[in-house]
């Protein structure tokens, strides 16, 4: 495919790193096409031979999007020195990485791809993807405690969790509907409240459901839910 693309989407493609890593590396000089210094916002083509760190980096046409079903201990990172984490643990014959993170002892949706604007494109805040989850915690679950977690709690100096929706499934569970993602953020808002989560599963991204799917299986995204993910990639 001889189609120009931005240098930092081909990167991107490549699987190398995002494309705002990629332009970082860029403006820092590391990045060479055809044996000279790139620049920031140029166009390259599968002609072209673009290098980083001495390394030929190869555009990836294909876009995998997998839905895996994390198990509980195991870790959203690519870092090799970590036993537990997701790549390792689905080895999958090509680079991908998570979309987002899901803490290490929560189970459920957790999405992979071999795209950075895929990444940007679902987890960044502003655009406000629904997240739901299901959770279990260590004390009946009261309407009081469902109109604290749903009107908005302050987690920190300089952290707030904004309203969100919440409704009771159980004795002790509830079903949870947040557009944010700060870190481990369900557990703190339970904290919050006077209750600890006991189990906390992820069962939607936006428009993509969990399922089915067993706990450690992973299948590809269907056409149409890639197509819904990837139309809401900013250009």
């Known amino acids: 495919m001889d189609d120009e693309v931005r240098l930092n989407k081909y990167i991107a493609d490549s699987g190398y790193c995002s494309r705002r890593e990629a332009d970082r590396l860029i403006e820092s000089g590391k990045v060479t096409v055809n044996g000279r210094v790139a620049e920031m916002g140029e166009r390259v083509t599968s002609k072209d031979k673009v290098i980083i760190d001495g390394k030929r ?7 995998i999007l997998l839905i895996f079903n994390k198990p509980p201990g195991i870790t959203c990172t690519t870092a090799e020195d ?25 189970e459920g949706l957790l999405l992979m791809t071999n795209k950075g604007e895929l990444v940007n494109g ?4 502003r655009y406000g993807h629904e997240k739901e989850y299901i959770v279990t915690v260590d004390r009946p679950v009261t309407d009081k405690l469902l109109r604290r977690l ?25 079903r949870m509907i947040i557009t944010q993602g700060l870190n481990r953020q ?6 919050k409240v006077g209750c600890r989560v006991t189990k906390l599963k992820r069962v939607r991204i936006i428009d993509i459901e ?26």
């Open 57 to 63: 980096i190869v555009r990836d046409e294909e876009t």
């Open 150 to 174: 749903t009107n908005g709690i302050q987690l920190s100096e300089d952290e707030y969790a904004k309203p969100c929706f919440a409704e009771k499934t159980a004795r002790n569970k509830f």
């Open 82 to 106: 970590d036993e537990t984490n997701v790549v390792k643990y689905l080895n999958y014959p090509k680079r991908i990485y998570p979309i987002g993170r899901l803490d290490k002892y929560s």
């Open 210 to 235: 969990l399922g089915d799917l067993p706990v450690g299986d992973y299948r590809k995204a269907t056409p149409k839910e890639l197509k819904s993910v990837l139309s809401r990639i900013d250009d």
């Open 186 to 191: 369900i557990r703190r808002m339970c904290e």
């Open 122 to 125: 679902i987890m960044r805040s």
